[in-house]
């Protein structure tokens, strides 16, 4: 799992513009291990990019890893509006 987060800061880090703003908080429940993404406001249209098109890569660089047990993976980004 320590190795997910790893991967995941790897890609995300050089994509923004705020670094040191980057975010990466990981819960479980019974189905997911999930890792919530945080970025700072300015920089979530990078992460996002055109019609989505950042994001799906990053959540298919994530979701080919091999997790060990049953669970799934999910990467949330959030923009921090909540």
Not at 8 to 15: A, E, K, M
Not at 73 to 78: A, E, F, H, P, Y
């Amino acid at each position: 799992m320590k190795d997910l987060q790893a991967l995941v800061l790897t890609i995300v880090r050089p994509l923004v513009t705020q670094p040191d703003q980057v975010q990466l908080e990981v819960s479980e429940s019974e189905e997911f291990i999930e890792y919530n993404l945080t970025v700072a406001p300015e920089d979530i249209g990078r992460i996002i990019g055109k019609q989505g098109r950042v994001a799906k890569a990053i959540r298919t660089i994530v979701y080919s890893v091999r997790v060990n047990g049953p669970k799934k993976v999910r990467l949330n980004i959030l923009d921090g509006k909540e």
